[in-house]
């Protein structure tokens, strides 16, 4: 079956500091891979994406290259803001199966 | 544009009563999905609509639960005789394409409290 394995948090940062949140995966056939971030208060939002070995999604800073090879969607930032506070879940979409698999999530803190 | 709303935003319910959670999907979205999330974990998937008919409901817990989604839009996932264990954030969350590339739009949630 399908699965994503989240690094365990929480996990706090000083402002600017580099951010690695470590994900890896397990699935049949060639998922779509994801990371949504959950703000205080609201709901999920999706952070980037990317569909296919060796894409890259970015956004707001946020990257994640798809490496099939280690089967990992690592996410990355190379200087955290306090706004980046929030619960970050990886997830992988196969298309055989018509839904989603998340992580358990981790939860980022960035202080001032 | 609007996005998927989901009502109540919260519920309190007596054990053993039943639940009824509204979902509002993206309009033209045709395929609608229902998550559970508990306090510290990620979502977990409990059935997925396309248009009318349930494509797949292989994560629902039980038969106390059952989701419906008559006309191809709104969405209703019943919860009858709950139990505390049924204490959790429902999401909601739709896609235009199921077949393409994943990307879903979630709901704000309904926590369901049960006492």
């Known amino acids: 079956g399908n699965s994503v394995t989240q690094m365990e948090g929480p996990v706090t940062l000083s402002e600017e500091a580099f951010l690695t949140i470590n994900c890896t995966y397990t699935a049949t056939g060639y998922p779509s891979l994801f990371w949504y971030v959950q703000y205080p208060g609201e709901g999920l939002q999706l952070l980037l994406k990317?569909?296919?070995?060796?894409d890259k999604g970015s956004n707001k800073g946020f990257e994640a290259t798809y490496r099939k090879e280690t089967t990992s969607f690592h996410l990355e930032k190379g200087s955290v803001q306090v706004s980046d506070s929030a619960v970050y879940f990886c997830a992988l979409f196969n298309t055989n199966a018509g839904k989603s698999t998340f992580g358990d999530g981790t939860t980022l803190t960035v202080k001032p | 544009g609007a996005g998927v709303s989901q009502t109540p935003s919260n519920k309190v319910t007596e054990k053993g009563k039943y639940v009824e959670l509204r979902c509002d999907p993206i309009s033209g979205h045709t395929a609608l999905y229902w998550y559970r999330q508990s306090l510290g974990q990620g979502p977990e998937f409990l059935i997925y609509f396309q248009g009318t008919g349930a494509a797949d409901d292989s994560g629902l817990p039980n038969d106390r639960f059952f989701a419906v989604r008559p006309e191809g839009s709104v969405s209703t996932l019943k919860i009858q005789r709950t139990e505390r264990g049924d204490s959790a954030v429902y999401l909601c969350?739709?896609?235009?394409?199921?077949?393409?590339?994943?990307?879903?739009?979630f709901g704000p949630g309904t926590r369901l409290t049960v006492t």
């Open positions: 990317a569909t296919k070995a060796d």
């Open positions: 969350a739709s896609s235009l394409n199921p077949a393409g590339e994943g990307e879903q739009y």
